[in-house]
């Protein structure tokens, strides 16, 4: 779900950060969490204004799954773990400590002390297990796909009262700050999870009071509870103050009680251009003082107008997806061998991505354990593709191919060019592609998620930095969200679950070595691409900002000179 950060033009010498390490930043390079020294010199004060492409869904993270939401809910909600800043790297938050059983089943936190929130509650081991057992106890539209996904495809998919599992087992306050937290099985997952914003500690009293469990299905919208929309209270540098929907503006003020260091910010304000060109306009006028994912083609004018364009590593993956259900050629694997040979990645990367993009040679990362080193990327060769089709029996081959509009990601800046791209190439292989554009929000998802598509155009960003939040996510059950595998979907998703779910954590990277290998070489559910860096914009005024390649920034460290 989450996007990626870097330093721009000519002087992208900084692109691809490898390891994902901390980009080395003039102001404000480490968190403000327990750095009383970083910006010591910045002006106290001001109001920052972020545009923002989208109104939050919510703002109870627990209900929440899209990015917009979770920037609003990142400023207001601390984890028990984050990310140290620049980085996918896991660091101390709540939580000062943890360490795990042999078998990787039981957790231990050790909790941060003198910690409050926002309605001057205390945070300790109660607070936290009031939290999971929450998030474990949902009924009703509480456990719908669309509002707890995150836990439904990280702790799930199962609840208190449901027939299915869950990972969650329990959580035991052993002390005001030693939490234990049981699971059922290891998983590579732990701790990083618990680093999302989906999974932030917010104020038993809050929720309690504000009913925050009574969010109720209506039709294939929801409605969520007083909590949710006007009293989110957790422990973060900023508190909600008021959301006003007919202007588009959303209003943080600063926690003057917060845990670390204190932002110099006396307001944040998001406000809501879902225009990219718009926001491009507000930001030169000054009306904003930033905003995210700005075309690649904009960097370099943008930088020569004084503005800061900062480029995050590539902590994301771009993909062709193939459905494999109402097409019985795409069930062949020579014929999705010959889909993969057919396209020019090289091309594609230099035509249609910025500087520091790459062609992908597997569905993860090169910073992420478990990357396959001795992997190739499918060289293009149409002619291949051909002798391929050919010996399959399907030359001539037809399908529908979906590309979505209205939306820009972070590994896919411009769908329609990208898609022209790709259909070009598969006709030059005589494939004949059927094209079908829908808005990303608009019936493109729905399509792709009911298998209408035979080829789409999809990709991730990372939440964290583990194999199993991408290859888990895209591929982790026969029937998942994106794909139907007949022909080895039993055997793939088993392999993965066995890859996560191992203690060993040498011998958990080389299960995913041999996953990706296999993913690439014998399955081929999808066609990797490319990794692209999106890039974050401010202008000058602005300072402290580390960007994220998770794209998880936090505006707590900012400061306006």
């Not at 984050?82 to 709540?94: M, Q, R």
């Amino acid at each position: 779900m989450s996007p990626p950060t870097k330093s721009r033009l000519g002087r992208v010498a900084m692109a691809v950060l490898a390891g994902v390490v901390a980009l080395t930043m003039t102001a404000c390079a480490e968190s403000q969490r327990g750095d009383e020294q970083s910006g010591d010199q910045a002006k106290v004060g001001g109001t920052m204004t972020f545009g923002a492409a989208g109104a939050p869904e919510a703002l109870d993270p627990f209900y929440v799954t899209d990015g917009e939401s979770f920037r609003v809910s990142r400023q207001i909600f601390d984890s028990l773990v984050t990310f140290k800043p620049g980085t996918a790297d896991v660091e101390p938050s709540l939580a000062e400590s943890w360490d795990s059983s042999e078998d990787g089943k039981t957790w231990t936190f050790k909790l941060k002390t003198g910690v409050k929130f926002h309605d001057g509650t205390d945070f300790n081991a109660e607070a936290v297990c009031a939290n999971f057992e929450r998030m474990y106890s949902q009924e009703g539209a509480g456990q719908n796909e669309a509002v707890t996904g995150y836990w439904i495809d990280n702790f799930g998919p199962g609840f208190k009262d449901g027939a299915k599992p869950s990972l969650y087992q329990s959580c035991t306050a052993e002390d005001d700050t030693t939490v234990v937290l049981q699971v059922a099985n290891s998983t590579s997952k732990m701790p990083y999870i618990l680093g999302h914003p989906a999974f932030s500690m917010q104020s038993p009293k809050a929720m309690e009071e504000f009913k925050a469990n009574d969010i109720q299905a209506q039709g294939e919208s929801f409605s969520y509870p007083p909590y949710s929309l006007e009293h989110p209270t957790g422990t973060g540098p900023f508190k909600f103050s008021k959301y006003d929907k007919g202007n588009n503006v959303l209003e943080l003020v600063r926690n003057d009680d917060f845990w670390g260091e204190k932002t110099k910010l006396d307001k944040l304000i998001f406000k809501i251009i879902p225009d990219e060109t718009a926001r491009k306009q507000e930001l030169k006028a000054g009306t904003i003082d930033g905003y995210d994912f700005p075309a690649p083609a904009d960097w370099a004018g943008l930088e020569a107008e004084g503005f800061n364009v900062q480029v995050r590593p590539a902590f994301n993956i771009f993909y062709v997806g193939i459905t494999q259900k109402n097409n019985p050629a795409l069930q062949n694997l020579k014929v999705r061998q010959a889909l993969a040979y057919a396209i020019n990645r090289d091309q594609l990367v230099k035509s249609q991505l910025p500087e520091g993009a790459k062609v992908a040679t597997q569905f993860i990362p090169d910073t992420v354990v478990g990357y396959n080193d001795e992997l190739q990327a499918i060289p293009y060769d149409t002619e291949k593709a051909k002798s391929l089709l050919a010996e399959a029996g399907a030359s001539g081959l037809t399908v529908n191919f979906y590309w979505p509009s209205e939306v820009t990601r972070p590994y896919m800046p411009n769908p329609r060019d990208m898609f022209g791209a790709i259909q070009a190439d598969l006709q030059k292989a005589g494939i004949t592609v059927n094209a079908t554009s829908k808005p990303w929000n608009g019936g493109y998802l729905d399509d792709v998620d009911q298998a209408k598509a035979d080829l789409f155009l999809l990709g991730w960003t990372g939440d964290y930095n583990t194999p199993d939040n991408f290859i888990g996510s895209f591929f982790g059950t026969p029937e998942n969200r994106f794909y139907t595998l007949p022909t080895f979907g039993e055997q793939l998703v088993s392999e993965i679950k066995a890859a996560d779910a191992e203690p060993d954590a040498d011998k958990r990277e080389q299960m995913y070595k041999d996953l990706n290998r296999k993913l690439v070489e014998e399955y081929l559910p999808a066609i990797p691409i490319s990794h692209s860096p999106p890039a974050i914009v401010t202008s000058s005024k602005v300072e402290g900002l580390v960007p994220s390649p998770l794209t998880q920034e936090e505006f707590g460290p900012c400061s306006l000179n």
